[in-house]
């Protein structure tokens, strides 16, 4: 067999091999709880947006255990998108926010009763057109060469 010294011969042995870079894409997304004392992470699925999490966890007579939070209510998988984790700044918050970078939808993720849950994915309503102040001044009619009139 020969070997390529080049990205491109390298490219070609994946493609005709049958892998694509797309394929070699990492397919889930990991965020640390923003909890300073939490030693909690988690992971999400960028395409279905299922959402899990695991932490370290003490064990008498051993090292240590993983424990692992499968997804529960609302963290299963949402429609095909391109979804992401975020974590707030708040040093005191054990959960993150999961984001549909499609559609801007957002839902709040986080640990309970041993299960991911995820709050339903809401998207920020438009912000209503501006409406303009009332004028400080009284107005003047146009063409009546009046002044403003005061009280």
């Not at 849950?117 to 438009?126: F, K």
């Amino acid at each position: 067999m020969r070997f390529f010294g080049s990205a491109a011969g390298v490219s070609a042995v994946l493609v005709l091999g049958g892998l694509s870079f797309p394929a070699l894409a990492a397919t889930y997304d990991f965020v640390p709880a923003p909890q300073t004392d939490l030693n909690r992470i988690y992971r999400i699925d960028r395409v279905t947006g299922e959402v899990s999490s695991c932490q370290y966890g003490l064990q008498e007579g051993t090292i240590g255990v993983t424990l692992c939070f499968t997804s529960g209510e609302g963290a299963g998988p949402q429609t095909p998108g391109e979804y992401g984790l975020v974590a707030s700044r708040h040093e005191r918050e054990g959960g993150v926010f999961r984001v549909n970078y499609r559609t801007g939808e957002m839902s709040i993720c986080y640990v309970f009763d041993e299960r991911v849950v995820c709050t339903p994915q809401a998207t920020p309503s438009p912000a209503a057109p501006a409406t303009p102040a009332p004028s400080a001044t009284p107005s003047v009619r146009p063409g009546t060469g009046a002044s403003p009139q005061r009280p």
